[in-house]
């Protein structure tokens, strides 16, 4: 079986909608001969290019068409392949503990690599860079709950925000948060306000 014939067959058992790199195929044979496969297969139409050198199966809908893959995920396997670490930026990580209303209009994340700013699909994403202890737990609801303390910041984080947190994390989340590296600050308000929660 040529290279083309094995990468098309590894192809078409990747779930639809799934997005996925060149280099997941890259053992097959050459860069040149993996990214010729994959842009003839582009032109067939049987997968689609959501940003450079990320691709899926074309996942439709009746009712929206073509299904798009969460940027998170794009965005998360781009960083793979680079070797990179991501996480959600603190005002995104702030809104899904119900701690804002605010929804960026730009998706943001943290990286361990160079800030910059990419296009999926229609959307443009940024990508800032960031230091060690901001992407600790990256991936992990910690690590969420971790952005959001970043990004409210010292004078900003109360009872109401820790509460907010603990009741958007398990116990053995909340756990693996408070024993984590970070700002004495942090850490303090968390001891604090955790333990006013538990006397109250």
Same mark, same amino acid.
């Given at each position: 079986m040529s290279t083309a014939e094995t990468i098309r067959n590894r192809v078409m058992r990747v779930r639809r909608g799934e997005p996925f790199t060149n280099t997941r195929f890259l053992r097959l044979g050459s860069r040149a001969s993996v990214d010729k496969t994959l842009s003839r297969l582009v032109e067939e139409g049987v997968i689609q290019r959501i940003t450079r050198g990320v691709f899926m199966r074309p996942k439709k809908s009746k009712f929206i068409g073509n299904v798009m893959p969460d940027v998170t $995920?794009?965005?998360?396997?781009? &960083?793979r392949d680079h070797g990179e670490t991501i996480q959600v930026h603190g005002a995104e990580a702030a809104r899904r503990f119900k701690l804002s209303t605010q929804v960026p209009t730009m998706p943001v994340f943290y990286t361990s690599g160079p800030s910059r700013e990419l296009k999926v699909s229609n959307l443009t994403?940024?990508? $800032?860079?960031?230091?060690?202890? $901001? %992407? %600790?737990?990256?991936?992990?609801?910690?690590? %969420?709950?971790l952005s959001a303390l970043w990004y409210l910041g010292k004078n900003n984080v109360n009872a109401n925000v820790v509460d907010a947190i603990r009741e958007g994390l398990t116990t053995e989340e909340f756990e693996t948060l408070i024993h984590t590296?970070?700002?004495?600050?942090?850490?303090? &308000?968390?001891?604090?306000?955790? $333990?006013? &929660?538990?006397? &109250?």
């Open positions: $995920k794009v965005v998360e396997v781009m &960083a994403v940024k990508l $800032k860079h960031a230091s060690h202890r $901001k %992407l %600790l737990l990256a991936g992990k609801r910690p690590g %969420l709950a590296d970070m700002p004495a600050w942090m850490a303090g &308000a968390l001891e604090r306000y955790g $333990k006013e &929660a538990v006397h &109250a």
